[in-house]
């Protein structure tokens, strides 16, 4: 409880305006793109249009992981698109910010989103530390009462258990602004200690993918199970997949 009640006092999210929204492909979602969004948007995540599908339709967003960007999951945006979602990238500050404050951002944005379409139902496709935000930002939703869209979350190689290393920098003088977003992957930090005890509405799908080739984090550990089981799935795992990789598997059962 904390956690939501500790980032919720931020201010209200701007947009970014990207006019072209038409022009946007999966692959021009880079970094570049993305620091723009977010520099327009005072430096908090923001949402950056990618496709306007058809009525009727989910809407999409595609959430990438720390020193990644959105174009990282163009074989997931690019299906999404193929198929007539609305499709949005959530463009934020992954070497500064940190994941409290990003997962506040998406939430804020996720919330303006469910006030337009309060019927519409909403995919989150997320990837690695991208998975880490995404739970948080419903986390918050939940806390708030402000969840009333179907979502189906799919967690793409998502460290669920946090990573034991990131513990290291935890010892570091806190000042340093690139540790932030390090200190919510820490498998002891107060952020995984939020997701140890996550309860989630039953609105809310999840799907947990990961590589059994995955050098980021272990998926077999005992954990991580568990917490998987806390969500109320089952884990897939494909067979060679990478880190990076799972992301195109997951996009192959599309």
Same mark, same amino acid.
């Given at each position: 409880?904390? !956690? =939501?009640?500790?980032?919720?006092? #931020? #201010?209200?999210?701007?947009?970014?305006?990207? &006019? &072209?929204?038409?022009?946007?492909?999966?692959?021009?979602?880079?970094?570049?793109?993305?620091?723009?969004?977010?520099?327009?948007?005072?430096?908090?995540?923001?949402?950056?249009?990618?496709?306007? $599908?058809?009525?009727?339709?989910?809407?999409?967003?595609?959430?990438?992981?720390?020193?990644?960007?959105?174009?990282?999951?163009? %074989?997931?945006?690019?299906?999404?698109?193929?198929?007539?979602? @609305?499709?949005?990238?959530?463009?934020?500050?992954?070497?500064?910010? *940190?994941?409290?404050?990003? *997962?506040?951002?998406? =939430?804020? #944005?996720?919330?303006?989103? $469910?006030?337009?379409?309060?019927?519409?139902?909403?995919?989150?496709? &997320?990837?690695?530390?991208?998975?880490?935000?995404?739970?948080?930002?419903?986390?918050?939703? @939940?806390?708030?009462?402000?969840?009333? /869209?179907?979502?189906?979350?799919?967690?793409?190689?998502?460290?669920?258990?946090?990573?034991?290393?990131?513990?290291?920098?935890?010892?570091?003088?806190?000042?340093?602004?690139?540790?932030? %977003?390090?200190?919510?992957?820490?498998?002891?930090?107060?952020?995984?200690?939020?997701?140890?005890?996550?309860?989630? %509405?039953?609105?809310?799908?999840? /799907?947990? !993918? #990961?590589?059994?080739?995955?050098?980021?984090?272990?998926?077999?550990?005992?954990?991580?199970?568990?917490?998987?089981?806390?969500? +109320?799935?089952?884990? +897939?795992?494909? %067979? /060679?997949?990478? +880190?990076?990789?799972?992301?195109?598997?997951? &996009?192959?059962?599309?």
């Amino acid at each position: 409880m904390a !956690f =939501a009640l500790r980032v919720c006092s #931020a #201010a209200p999210l701007v947009a970014a305006d990207f &006019a &072209a929204s038409d022009l946007v492909t999966p692959e021009s979602l880079n970094r570049v793109s993305e620091r723009i969004a977010v520099k327009k948007a005072h430096g908090r995540g923001t949402l950056i249009d990618v496709h306007t $599908g058809r009525d009727g339709r989910p809407t999409v967003i595609a959430v990438h992981g720390i020193a990644g960007q959105p174009s990282d999951l163009a %074989p997931l945006i690019q299906k999404a698109i193929d198929a007539g979602d @609305t499709v949005k990238a959530f463009a934020y500050d992954d070497k500064f910010r *940190s994941l409290e404050n990003s *997962s506040l951002d998406l =939430a804020l #944005a996720i919330e303006e989103w $469910g006030n337009v379409q309060p019927t519409g139902s909403l995919r989150i496709d &997320a990837h690695s530390m991208g998975g880490r935000v995404a739970i948080g930002a419903v986390a918050i939703l @939940t806390t708030r009462g402000a969840l009333t /869209n179907s979502v189906e979350l799919n967690l793409i190689a998502v460290p669920l258990a946090g990573i034991a290393r990131a513990n290291l920098v935890r010892l570091l003088p806190r000042f340093l602004p690139w540790i932030r %977003p390090l200190n919510g992957m820490a498998s002891s930090s107060r952020y995984q200690r939020m997701i140890d005890h996550l309860q989630l %509405p039953s609105t809310v799908e999840v /799907n947990v !993918f #990961a590589g059994d080739q995955d050098t980021v984090f272990t998926h077999s550990t005992k954990k991580y199970r568990a917490l998987v089981r806390v969500l +109320h799935r089952t884990l +897939h795992v494909f %067979p /060679n997949a990478t +880190h990076m990789s799972t992301v195109e598997e997951v &996009a192959r059962l599309r």
